[in-house]
């Protein structure tokens, strides 16, 4: 399924999109930088910043989630040591764990001109997985009516989830990239409340495992590409909010001659 993007553009003081990348971290701490980076960003104290990161075990379950589509009781859940949590994410109920890069952007969508509106951004996040899951060699597709990324091959299989919250203007949550996933966690629960499709990850489609810290590269440099922005690399939250400047993305020599920007038709 192709999707046309339109061209956006912003000022060129805001042309940035800060990444932090965490390493694995709770599924709790997430929420709580979440909550600061998007209180900054509406306070205009920080540009758009771009979260990666791993989740020890949890299940969270959306706006949309329906009891039916967890699996396991809490005493399963206890016994393999995954957290449960309901959050303000749009979507069902995914699995977030190690081995998977989870990416949250917080993104100022009235920065943009025109402004992008919640579908658009949606598509964009998706463009991004698809250009990243293509330098690892796998081709990923878009499905009609479906939100996410699911292998070219058959069955379809999905590799990518996606969940946003956006709240004037300012989204929080985002995208989980299956990369060397262990997929029995996903025996606990309907992911995204989709039956009769199975879930994948890059390891599994490639028959070698991938390193997340070059995967979550990948992915930053599209987020780049695909919102027309500077890519600037901070080493922690807290340079981040105490307004410290980032490193900038150093492509790999044999990118140098290539650009880092797309023309969205």
């Given at each position: 399924m192709q999707v046309s993007l339109s061209k956006s553009s912003r000022s060129s003081c805001d042309l940035i999109i800060n990444v932090v990348q965490l390493g694995t971290v709770p599924y709790a701490l997430g929420l709580k930088l979440q909550a600061e980076l998007v209180a900054a960003r509406k306070q205009g104290q920080i540009s758009d910043t771009l979260l990666?990161?791993?989740?020890?075990?949890?299940?969270?379950?959306?706006?949309?989630?329906?009891?039916?589509?967890?699996?396991?009781?809490?005493?399963?859940?206890?016994?393999?040591?995954?957290?449960?949590?309901?959050?303000?994410?749009?979507?069902?109920?995914?699995?977030?764990?190690?081995?998977?890069?989870?990416?949250?952007?917080?993104?100022?969508?009235?920065?943009?001109?025109?402004?992008?509106?919640?579908?658009?951004?949606?598509?964009?996040?998706?463009?991004?997985?698809?250009?990243?899951?293509?330098?690892?060699?796998?081709?990923?597709?878009?499905?009609?009516?479906?939100?996410?990324v699911w292998t070219r091959s058959e069955p379809q299989r999905k590799i990518a989830a996606i969940g946003v919250h956006i709240s004037r203007g300012v989204t929080s949550h985002g995208f989980a990239l299956n990369v060397n996933t262990d997929l029995d966690y996903f025996d606990l629960i309907v992911p995204c409340g989709i039956s009769g499709k199975s879930v994948t990850s890059i390891k599994r489609e490639l028959s070698a495992p991938q390193p997340v810290e070059k995967v979550a590269e990948s992915a930053a440099r599209h987020f780049g590409a695909v919102f027309d922005s500077q890519v600037l690399w901070v080493e922690t939250v807290d340079q981040l909010l105490g307004r410290s400047v980032g490193v900038p993305l150093q492509r790999p020599a044999e990118l140098n001659a290539q650009t880092d920007r797309v023309e969205l038709a």
């Open positions: 990666l990161l791993e989740h020890t075990p949890v299940i969270t379950l959306g706006r949309n989630a329906k009891q039916r589509h967890l699996l396991a009781s809490a005493e399963q859940l206890a016994a393999r040591g995954v957290e449960l949590f309901e959050c303000d994410r749009g979507g069902d109920v995914t699995f977030h764990g190690p081995g998977q890069l989870v990416g949250y952007p917080i993104f100022d969508l009235f920065g943009y001109t025109p402004r992008i509106g919640a579908v658009e951004f949606i598509r964009r996040i998706e463009e991004v997985l698809i250009r990243t899951c293509t330098d690892f060699g796998l081709a990923g597709q878009r499905v009609r009516g479906l939100t996410g």
